[in-house]
């Protein structure tokens, strides 16, 4: 059974600061992994896709990256903003298994000015 | 593209009532899916839709709860004799058909069981 771990749960940092937000997955029959956004009492916003030919992915200061082999996967934000502050969550697509992600819990980051 | 769009935002029933919650999807995603996001915790899946079709239901879905899409457009879901245990955000997301297709999320019914 796929499980998907995100650590650390929350994070504080100053603004302008480079950070990186960790993602485990169990089960590397995986074809893709989500990072998403979450602004509280909101849906999920869709920021980056991995496929699992892939090893990073990258969207203006986002960088994502995929190691299938140690079944994790970063996301990393540079010079962050207060505008940053959300959840974000990763989730992974498995093999055969139609449309179903599995999420992760979550980290919660929090940037102050 | 005009996104997502889940009706109502915000329903508050009491414990046996029944309820119903509609999503209209991204117009040229055929896949259609159901999550359940508790506070503090990422989304479950509950269900998927392929067309009209519905592919696979997660055992989260007891038999008080039922998903249609009857002509492969919108899709509703209904959950009877509500328990407070039902207390959630739900979730609709659409997608394009293929795996490396994203999801596109709506903002969510917030449930609330007294």
């Known amino acids: 059974k796929q499980e998907v771990t995100q650590i650390p749960a929350a994070l504080s940092v100053p603004e302008g600061e480079n950070l990186v937000l960790n993602c485990s997955f169990t089960d590397s029959a995986i074809y893709n992994l989500q990072w998403f956004r979450q602004d509280p009492g909101k849906g999920l916003t869709s920021l980056l896709l991995?496929?699992?030919?892939?090893r990073e992915q990258t969207s203006g200061r986002l960088n994502a990256s995929l190691d299938k082999s140690s079944g994790r996967s970063t996301l990393y934000i540079a010079a962050s903003q207060p505008g940053d502050s959300a959840t974000y969550l990763c989730a992974g697509l498995i093999y055969n298994q139609g449309g179903k992600l599995i999420f992760g819990q979550g980290t919660e980051l929090s940037v102050k000015p | 593209d005009t996104g997502v769009s889940q009706n109502p935002r915000h329903k508050i029933t009491k414990r046996g009532q029944n309820v119903t919650f509609r999503c209209d999807p991204i117009s040229e995603h055929n896949r259609l899916y159901w999550y359940r996001q508790t506070l503090g915790q990422g989304p479950e899946f509950l269900t998927y839709?392929?067309?009209?079709?519905?592919?696979?239901k997660s055992r989260l879905l007891s038999d008080r709860f039922s998903a249609e899409r009857p002509k492969g457009s919108f899709s509703t879901l209904e959950i009877q004799r509500t328990e407070q245990g039902d207390s959630a955000m739900y979730l609709c997301?659409?997608?394009?058909?293929?795996?490396?297709?994203?999801?596109?999320f709506g903002n969510g019914t917030r449930l609330t069981v007294t």
């Open positions: 839709f392929q067309n009209e079709a519905q592919l696979e």
């Open positions: 997301a659409s997608s394009s058909q293929g795996g490396n297709s994203p999801l596109h």
């Open positions: 991995i496929q699992s030919s892939q």
